[in-house]
């Protein structure tokens, strides 16, 4: 379980993930190898799994961004969702309930590049029936949530 301090931590790191751990050692008032050891902890027990850069994505290029159901036969859900999540233009994968078993969020250069996908993915044995949702205007696109 996370304590305060943890917590705190994870807000600054999430604020800006290449802050120095003096940086958040001064800014906690804490010495700098604690700061060490709970990232490390954090690390280790796999509450941290990365430090990543949140992208404008249209600004390299991806101008679409879909949002897809996937109705697929039972058996084949599992190696469905590991297919299309191989794909480089998928940024996730969902196991749901309701009328579609699959969501995919992806994005896509341009309308070509999302109808080959689209394409591709209703070629995948097992896919039944697709639904895309093309994104009009990304109001909030942050899958950062502080614990």
Known sequence: MLDE????IIGIL???????YREIAKELNVAVGTIYNRIKKLEESGVIQGFTLKLNYENIGYDLTAIMGIKAQGKKIREIERIIAKDKRVMC???VTGEYDIIVIAKFKNR????RFVKGVLSIDGVE???????L?????D???EP
């Open 14 to 20: 999430m604020k800006d993930s290449r802050i120095s």
């Open 129 to 135: 029936k697709t639904n895309t949702h093309v994104v």
């Open 112 to 115: 070509e590049d999302m109808n």
């Open 143 to 145: 899958f950062r949530l």
């Open 5 to 8: 301090l943890d917590k705190k």
């Open 137 to 141: 205007e990304v109001v909030k696109e």
């Open 93 to 95: 994968v969902y196991d």
